[in-house]
Antibody, heavy 116, light 112 residues
Framework: QVQLVQSAAEVKKPGASMKVSCKAS????????IHWVRQAPGQGLEWMGSIDPNSGGTNYAQKFQARVTMTRDTSISTAYMELSRLRSDDTAVYYCARAKFAFDYWGQGTLVTVSS | DIVMTQSPLSLPVTPGEPASISCRSS???????????LEWYLQKPGQSPQVLIY???NRASGVPDRFSGSGSGTDFTLKISRVEAEDVGIYYC?????????FGPGTKVDIK
């Protein structure tokens, strides 16, 4: 069965960087794009960008362009999302999602708390 | 960016009764390839979102047939023919026609 398993929750200080992993199983990793969506506490969903696991090509929301890097390691079927220069308003649950016809499978979410 | 709006933002429902959520986009979601890139997601309390509808009106695998999506261009509707208690949560529409993909603000559905 298809699964996306994300890394554990993190606490970071302002100005630091975070890196969340998303390990895929149950399908051929390189066939479907991986997208990243975040959700601040009590707020809605915000699309951050995507990566083509086959080519490594990325597409970032302009809002995050200067601070986000999405990568993948096809040998272990894992996608990564790194966000730098963290601020308190980056506190959120970060989700990865597989894109087939839509975001058909989601990870369980990774809570990242940015606090001094 | 395409702006998505939803109404209502809060929807108390009675089990067994129908319910409807409206979603509007600031630009047409009809792509030149003929497909309309509008999706509906449900986020149940404490869970990750799950897809309900894709390409405007196609039910995702495993989604009960009481859920239906309709609409075209900039105006879309999600209908639940008979609400069940398990349908509570926040419903989001999302446009996938162009990046950045954008979500509506969400409609919170709960039981009266």
């Amino acid at each position: 069965q298809v699964q996306l398993v994300q890394s554990a929750a993190e606490v970071k200080k302002p100005g630091a960087s975070m890196k969340v992993s998303c390990k895929a199983s149950g399908y051929i990793f390189t066939v479907y794009y991986i997208h990243w969506v975040r959700q601040a506490p009590g707020q809605g969903l915000e699309w951050m960008g995507s990566i083509d696991p086959n080519s490594g090509g990325t597409n970032y929301a302009q809002k995050f362009q200067a601070r986000v890097t999405m990568t993948r390691d096809t040998s272990i079927s894992t996608a990564y999302m790194e966000l730098s220069r963290l601020r308190s308003d980056d506190t959120a649950v970060y989700y990865c999602a597989r894109a087939k016809f839509a975001f058909d499978y989601w990870g369980q979410g990774t809570l990242v708390t940015v606090s001094s | 960016d395409i702006v998505m709006t939803q109404s209502p933002l809060s929807l108390p429902v009675t089990p067994g009764e129908p319910a409807s959520i409206s979603c509007r986009s600031s630009q047409s979601l009809l792509h030149s390839n003929g497909y309309t890139y509008l999706e509906w997601y449900l986020q149940k309390p404490g869970q990750s979102p799950q897809v309900l509808i894709y390409l405007g009106s196609n039910r995702a695998s495993g989604v009960p047939d009481r859920f239906s999506g309709s609409g075209s261009g900039t105006d879309f509707t999600l209908k639940i023919s008979r609400v069940e208690a398990e349908d509570v949560g926040i419903y989001y529409c999302m446009q996938a026609k162009q990046t950045p993909f954008t979500f509506g603000p969400g409609t919170k559905v709960d039981i009266k």
